[in-house]
């Protein structure tokens, strides 16, 4: 094929990202604990406009691409969406629970995508996609069973911030498509990125600038490093390379590699351990997902 070398080249570029993002979670496990979600916040969004900004003077020659007044409005009620909400709620879920069962709630976003769409009347749910969904919900019940049997409060509440978070995603994910279409992914996601992370720079001003900054030390200014600039900026731009070349349709199922990475980097820097519950319960919620998303679907009848 002519084309085989590059086909090559975004797949192991696929394959190293789902390890930097699967690390991350563990990467901003720590960096939330140190900072408080607040401090790391403030540090995400002072430097991801910036990031955006520039990027749009490199490939798009200026910093603010002039745009429709109609569709500076829209691209913020996204940015809002998908940084202040999604974003800083998913910080918050994370603190409170694990980075292992976070990837695996946030690995549940395509469900509500689906549901989403249903709901908007833009698709209709098909029986095996109900099959998916149901076994998606007793895997996630049985995953968590064992926070809700102890009483967990904590952890549980942070693994139903993340379902929030997930929800709010997928929503983004959705109502972005036709800015996406309209302006491609370099303006739609530099416009959003900048409205919708100066709400949460000023929110997170007042406390943030209390965190214990002067406790990172050169190990915990690399992870934010990594954490921002490589996993989050950096992530998204080789992610949307990789779904250019290779196509979405064929990109999309690596996603469900995130969790055992996770998991594996989480029991190697944190400690974090599992039962057996706990193992079935996440393969059976991503078993769900996956069945939902690729299974054999009937056409509808005209």
Same mark, same amino acid.
């Given at each position: 094929m002519k084309h085989a070398p590059q086909q090559r080249l975004a797949l192991g570029a696929a394959l190293i990202l789902i390890l930097i993002w699967g690390a991350n979670f563990s990467v901003q496990k720590y960096l939330l604990n140190t900072l408080t979600p607040s401090g790391f916040l403030?540090?995400?969004?002072?430097?991801?406009?910036?990031?955006?900004?520039?990027?749009?003077?490199?490939?798009? #020659?200026?910093?603010?691409?002039? /745009?429709?007044?109609?569709?500076?409005?829209?691209? =913020?009620?996204? %940015?809002?969406? !998908?940084?202040?909400?999604?974003?800083?709620?998913?910080?918050?879920?994370?603190h409170l629970s694990t980075p292992f069962s976070s990837s695996v709630i946030l690995a549940c976003g395509p469900i509500f995508t689906l549901l989403i769409l249903r709901w908007k009347g833009h698709e209709k749910l098909q029986r095996t996609q109900v099959l998916g969904v149901t076994v998606a919900f007793i895997g996630v019940m049985l995953f968590l069973s064992e926070k809700l049997l102890k009483g967990d409060l904590r952890a549980t509440g942070g693994d139903v911030i993340l379902f929030v978070a997930a929800l709010l995603f997928s929503y983004y994910t959705v109502q972005a498509k036709p800015m996406l279409e309209k302006h491609g992914s370099v303006l739609?996601?530099?416009?959003?990125?900048?409205? #919708?992370?100066?709400?949460?720079? /000023?929110?997170?001003?007042?406390?943030?600038?209390? =965190?214990?900054? %002067?406790?990172? !030390?050169?190990?915990?200014?690399?992870a934010m490093g990594w954490s921002i600039l490589i996993s989050a900026f950096g992530g998204w731009l080789v992610w949307g390379w990789v779904n250019q070349v290779r196509g979405v349709a064929k990109t999309a199922p690596l996603m469900y590699l995130m969790p055992p990475v996770a998991g594996l980097f989480a029991w190697a820097l944190t400690g974090e351990q599992y039962t057996v519950i706990k193992l079935v319960g996440a393969f059976i919620a991503l078993l769900g997902v996956a069945y939902t998303q690729f299974a054999p679907q009937r056409k509808n009848p005209s």
């Open positions: 403030l540090a995400r969004y002072l430097i991801m406009p910036l990031c955006a900004l520039l990027l749009m003077r490199m490939t798009l #020659g200026q910093f603010l691409p002039p /745009l429709p007044r109609q569709d500076v409005f829209e691209l =913020a009620r996204l %940015g809002f969406v !998908g940084h202040s909400l999604h974003v800083g709620i998913v910080c918050y879920g994370i739609t996601m530099g416009y959003a990125t900048l409205w #919708g992370g100066l709400p949460v720079m /000023l929110w997170s001003i007042p406390t943030g600038l209390e =965190a214990p900054w %002067g406790s990172l !030390g050169w190990q915990g200014w690399a």
